[in-house]
């Protein structure tokens, strides 16, 4: 008789391993928060779990979340439906907080362990929307600009597989204001290009 284990599929059993993970567990609380489906075109990948998904272990149960889904023009049953959006973090774990009462980043044993592993398997992203500097780091190399302004900036030059965004924290807010382009220009080309995947997948 085959076990479950060896009936499991590559994908699911990468899953299991990441979600018992606890390769920083003497430095944070290990919780890994991700969501993934190998039908998905939409990847969101952000920077780590703050305190409060740490704690639901839902991605964006927030108010960064909430404006996420403002920027892409989605309700959360789209945004949460993981047949069609994966929620991908360069950290699958809360970092903590910095002296400054900012979150920490991502610890990079995480991407360096599994982000591989699972862009391998999940071959059928058709969007990314690579949000911060550590996701466009990862995701467009040597592509990205000086600094994070820059490369959100030149967004036009990613598509239209790939989307860099600053994070929809609040902590941007001044950014945001300083920035009117952002919501002028590249929340259009946004929005147009999230409802095309979702219709695709449809």
């Not at 979340?65 to 994966?86: C, K, N, Q």
């Not at 774990?93 to 592993?117: I, L, M, N, V």
């Amino acid at each position: 008789m085959i076990s479950a284990s060896k009936r499991a599929n590559p994908l699911d059993r990468l899953l299991v391993e990441i979600r018992a993970c606890r390769l920083c567990a003497e430095h944070l609380e290990p919780r890994p928060v991700l969501r993934v489906s190998r039908s998905a075109r939409i990847l969101i990948a952000g920077q780590a779990p703050g305190l409060r998904v740490h704690r639901s272990g839902v991605p964006f149960s927030d108010p960064s979340g909430e404006r996420l889904r403002h920027w892409m023009g989605i309700d959360p049953d789209t945004f949460y439906d993981e047949s069609r959006v994966a929620i991908i973090p360069m950290g699958f774990c809360f970092p903590g907080y910095s002296a400054t009462g900012a979150d920490k980043p991502p610890r990079r044993e995480c991407a360096k362990a599994w982000r591989h592993a699972l862009m391998d398997e999940l071959s059928g992203f058709a969007l990314t929307l690579a949000i911060g500097s550590y996701a466009q780091a990862w995701h467009l190399g040597r592509r990205r600009k000086q600094n994070l302004g820059e490369t959100v900036r030149a967004f036009t030059d990613y598509a239209p597989d790939i989307i860099p965004l600053p994070h929809p924290s609040w902590r941007n807010n001044s950014w945001l204001k300083k920035n009117p382009w952002f919501e002028r220009d590249l929340l259009p080309h946004l929005r147009a290009s999230v409802a095309a995947q979702l219709s695709f997948a449809s």
